[in-house]
């Protein structure tokens, strides 16, 4: 299993990025894939969650109204629109095979290297 992200960038306040997830070697359809994000100096937070089994989704009180999470065939995408500096963060996908949205970071057993996201002012 290996999850691949790509997609992230600078970007000034009010901006739109779209994060993709590239997912590979899963056998199985029941998964969830969630976006984590740890921005400077804090803890590794959940961000959005997508169940691959029944599509059901999980978002962040930040983030509610401004991120949008997809799931098209192998790839999981995170539309992030109306970005603000504390946005801040390097942003992880992973997967957790329980296929539900929780977001103990516990259940998640495969996850991607990360990439940055930076949104100035």
């Known amino acids: 299993v290996q999850l691949v992200e790509s997609g992230g960038g600078l970007v000034q306040a009010g901006g739109s990025l779209r994060l993709s997830c590239a997912l590979s070697?899963?056998?199985?359809?029941?998964?969830?894939i969630a976006w984590f994000r740890r921005a400077p100096g804090k803890e590794r937070e959940g961000v959005a969650c997508?169940?691959?089994?029944?599509?059901s989704t999980w978002y962040a009180d930040s983030v509610k109204g401004r991120f949008t999470i997809t799931n098209a065939k192998h790839t999981v995408f995170l539309q992030m629109n109306n970005l603000k500096p504390d946005d801040t963060a390097v942003y992880y996908c992973?997967?957790?095979?329980?296929?539900?949205?929780?977001?103990?970071?516990?259940?998640?057993?495969?996850w991607g290297q990360g990439t940055q996201v930076t949104v100035y002012s």
């Open positions: 992973a997967a957790n095979f329980w296929g539900t949205t929780v977001m103990a970071e516990d259940h998640y057993g495969a």
């Open positions: 070697g899963f056998t199985i359809d029941d998964y969830a």
């Open positions: 997508i169940s691959n089994s029944d599509g």
